[in-house]
Nanobody
Framework: QVQLVESGGGLVQPGGSLRLSCAAS????????MGWYRQAPGKQREWVAA???????NYADSVKGRFTISRDNVKNTVYLQMNSLKPEDTAVYYC?????????????WGQGTQVTVSS
């Protein structure tokens, strides 16, 4: 079994910054892609950013230029640096990881961390 634990959420004023972390632990042989999603109240979960094991990144248009995804393959951790935050970034943020446990590839989700952007 694999667990993903997010941290770093909170309340921030518009224009501020937050850094989210998501650490994976458990039966991990290797982790392929990792990513971040978010879900605002009353809306569907949406993809935010993704990073491959080799470090290639992709971003949703809504966060491009403001958010940066990175990872530490030794620590099995993915990060999301969020700058110039806007009220519309308010959501629960979830990390996702594609984990190879030696037998097969499985997708795992974290429990989510709340990000609130408000003055």
């Amino acid at each position: 079994q694999v667990q993903l634990v997010e941290s770093g959420g909170g309340l921030v004023q518009p224009g501020g910054s937050l850094r989210l972390s998501c650490a994976a632990s458990g039966s991990i042989f290797s982790i392929n892609a990792m990513g971040w999603y978010r879900q605002a109240p009353g809306k569907q979960r949406e993809w935010v950013a993704a990073i491959t094991r080799g470090g290639s990144t992709n971003y949703a248009d809504s966060v491009k230029g403001r958010f940066t995804i990175s990872r530490d393959n030794v620590k099995n951790t993915v990060y999301l640096q969020m700058n110039s935050l806007k009220p519309e970034d308010t959501a629960v943020y979830y990390c996702n990881a594609d984990v190879f446990d030696g037998l097969g590839d499985f997708g795992y989700w974290g429990q989510g961390t709340q990000v609130t952007v408000s003055s």
